[in-house]
């Protein structure tokens, strides 16, 4: 990936926005909390504006997050095609053509129209109007500034809507920060957090319907994660694996596995964490999960060691996607965790 920074702020991107007549707003395949959360807020806001926008979700999506939009609100990409006479595209937490497939082409072919809002540390040159905040502990976080500066109420559902701009920035916000466990979770977090409170965000509906509202299939993929478990490094990381037959034996999905990486990382001695799932015959993904030293830096920096296998994210938890099936991928991955340092106690 290239060089990855702010090449303009966030004036220029609301200018940009004021300016469009129709919008369309996507992010990395398979979006996460923040990923979703960055969308609708910033569709929402548009709308009320008198924007059209086309919020596109890619890949397959975790119907709990499917659920955070209005009837109509979003679509998934299978149905239709990025309209190439869009006036501006704008491109939320991610900044690699890799996740946006199967959006990538056309990105890259109306690349002068695309903006870029993210906080993770690399990316390729997706926008060239972009601004990267890595400070900023989710994307949802400058989205809410971006949001502001358009003069848009945090409070204010899009016209026939009933879910405010204010839940879709709380759902990123605090599904990227651990539900405001990790070290991320700074003043300014927790400022915005009381302000989308304030604005009236019902949390505790929410954590509900993301967090508790597992299928039964999940429990036995959980198993089964866990009875897969290898210890490296002297007890200091833990792996799990799930293979295609797991998924089809447990009628489990690949959302069903989401979270499990945090399992191992309850036994006080374990520092990092690792599951590799293939869901897909011959594509394993990745989940890397870290926990942070008591100053704050993570034993391991998951988003550095993520990136010898062509993934990324935050140093805390990080993905990667390598397209050889899980045996191979898990030799790999297991090789590359025993050859780290500095994993002493």
């Known amino acids: 990936m290239t060089a990855y920074a702010s090449t303009c702020d966030i004036a220029a991107i609301a200018a940009r926005l004021r300016g469009a007549n129709t919008v369309a707003i996507l992010s990395h395949s398979r979006p996460d909390g923040d990923a979703a959360g960055s969308i609708l807020a910033l569709a929402r806001a548009l709308r009320v504006l008198g924007k059209r926008v086309d919020a596109v979700f890619t890949g397959a999506v975790d119907p709990n ?9 979003a679509r998934l990409d299978t149905a239709a095609p ?26 890259r072919q109306l690349s002068a129209r695309v903006v870029g809002i993210d906080h993770h540390a690399r990316g390729d040159a997706v926008a060239p109007d972009r601004v990267v905040d890595t400070s900023a502990a989710a994307t949802t976080q400058i989205i809410a500034r971006l949001i502001d500066e358009l003069g848009v109420d945090l409070r204010r559902t899009a016209p026939n809507g009933t879910r405010t701009i204010a839940e879709a920035l709380f759902v990123g916000l605090a599904t990227d920060t651990g ?62 694996a799930l293979s295609h037959a797991d998924f089809l034996a447990t009628k489990a999905t690949s959302d069903d ?30 989940s890397f999960r870290s926990k942070p030293r008591t100053d704050g830096r993570p034993w391991v920096n998951v988003s550095d060691f993520a990136a010898q296998f062509g993934g ?7 993905g990667a996607r390598v397209k050889v099936a899980l045996p191979e991928a898990r030799a790999q991955i297991e090789a590359a965790i025993e050859a780290i340092k500095g994993l002493t106690p």
């Open 65 to 73: 997050i499917l659920a955070l939009a209005d009837a109509g609100e």
């Open 257 to 286: 596995a989401t979270g499990v990486v945090n399992i191992p990382l309850e036994v006080g001695v374990i520092a990092m964490s690792a599951l590799m799932t293939e869901s897909q015959p011959g594509i394993t993904k990745v």
């Open 82 to 107: 990025l309209d190439p006479a869009t006036d501006v595209i704008v491109v939320v937490d991610t900044g690699a053509f890799s996740q946006l497939e199967p959006l990538d082409g056309i990105v």
């Open 179 to 240: 539900w405001f466990r990790f070290q991320s979770a700074d003043a300014a977090v927790f400022a915005l957090a009381s302000r989308l409170l304030e604005a009236g965000v019902d949390r505790i509906a929410l954590y509900q319907s993301l967090e508790e509202n597992a299928r039964p299939a999940r429990l036995a993929a959980t198993a089964t994660a866990l009875a897969s478990l290898r210890s490296l490094c002297g007890g200091r990381v833990a792996t799990m």
């Open 312 to 318: 990324g994210g935050h140093a805390l938890a990080a």
